[in-house]
């Protein structure tokens, strides 16, 4: 009988662990975003807007685009599929809009100032994530427009979209990670601030690497 009520009681634990996550996650893209807004006072200099930007990109918009399709923790959880699918695609659009603006404005800085591009692992994986950003984007298009995909199943389509879109988050959250051993950000504040900034993009993957897996194992468990 007490194996039976633990039992029971799993799923409103799992979904409330969930929720929690959700809405920690939640919590932290906005807080790093302001907080790095406040550091930098984009719109000071050419180099403000790009900490500014690149922080937008990845721990506001994309973060919270790929949100949208918690089960525990979207915002518009009550909207139809077809819905989260446009609002998602126009939330990583956005995204990849201030990452390429963010990039464009440190190249311009570095450009002013007679200094080399991309020689730190920062610089190099940003370029790299970038690029990747702007390909993901546009290998979402024949999710909404699927005639393009000719001979590809949608399911197979939202498959490699999801784990391609889950490395490119990877790879921004790894770069916002190195962005914060910056010269800049390293002067800007603490010791134990640090600490706590880093966390922020390692929780926030954390939380969206689970998000990712655990959808695609729950539609195979009812596949199978």
């Known amino acids: 009988m007490a194996h039976s009520k633990e039992a029971e009681s799993e799923p409103g634990l799992y979904g409330f662990t969930r929720a929690a996550s959700a809405a920690l996650t939640h919590l932290l893209s906005f807080i790093s975003t302001a907080f790095i807004a406040f550091l930098s006072r984009p719109g000071t200099s050419w180099f403000s807007w ?75 994986l940003g370029l790299l994530t970038v690029c990747v950003v702007a390909a993901q984007s546009l290998a979402a298009v024949p999710l909404i427009y699927h005639s393009l995909a000719k001979g590809w199943s949608l399911a197979k389509l939202k498959r490699y979209h999801a784990a391609s879109g889950l490395i490119t988050y990877l790879l921004g959250s790894g770069s916002l990670l190195l962005g914060l051993c910056s010269t800049w950000f390293t002067a800007s504040v603490g010791e134990y601030t640090w600490y706590l900034s880093a966390l922020c993009p390692v929780l926030s993957a954390l939380a969206i690497m689970n998000q990712v897996s655990s959808a695609y194992i729950a539609k195979k468990r009812l596949q199978s």
């Open 50 to 124: 790009h900490p500014f930007l690149m922080t937008l990109a990845f721990s506001f918009f994309m973060t919270e685009a790929i949100l949208l399709f918690s089960p525990h923790g979207s915002l518009i959880k009550r909207f139809s599929h077809k819905t989260k699918g446009r609002v998602h695609w126009i939330l990583q659009c956005l995204g990849a809009f201030c990452a390429v603006l963010g990039l464009t404005a440190i190249f311009y800085n570095k450009h002013l100032n007679g200094k080399p591009h991309f020689t730190s692992w920062h610089g190099l």
